[in-house]
């Protein structure tokens, strides 16, 4: 069955960097867009970053452009992140998704933490 499976997160100090992973399974990988987004307690989902199935990458949210990057290896089936000089209000639960023409997967999330 499909799955995605995110890691990586964790508590870290603000200025920290973290990366965080997301293992795509139960479909072919490198046909799928993949994105990042993250919800904090109280706030709505925000889309963060996204990859086409072409590797074109977009950084979506202006509060972390210039700080993450997205990047994908198909042959791994996985789908980074990679967040630098983190703030506190980066602190969310971070998700990945897959998006083909209408259907779309989601991970179960993994927490991130920036706190001194």
């Known amino acids: 069955q499909v799955q995605l499976v995110e890691s990586g997160g964790g508590l870290v100090e603000p200025g920290g960097s973290l990366r965080l992973s997301c293992v795509a399974s139960g479909f072919t990988f490198s046909d799928w867009h993949m994105i990042w987004y993250r919800q904090a307690p109280g706030n709505e989902r925000e889309l963060v970053a996204s990859?086409?199935?072409?590797?074109?990458?977009?950084i979506d949210a202006d509060s972390v452009k210039g700080r993450f990057t997205i990047s994908r290896d198909n042959a791994k089936n996985t789908v980074y992140l990679q967040m630098n000089s983190l703030k506190p209000e980066d602190t969310a639960v971070y998700y990945c998704?897959?998006?083909?023409?209408?259907?779309?997967?989601w991970g179960q999330g993994t927490q991130v933490t920036v706190s001194s």
């Open positions: 998704s897959a998006v083909r023409r209408i259907t779309r997967y």
């Open positions: 990859i086409t199935s072409g590797a074109v990458t977009t």
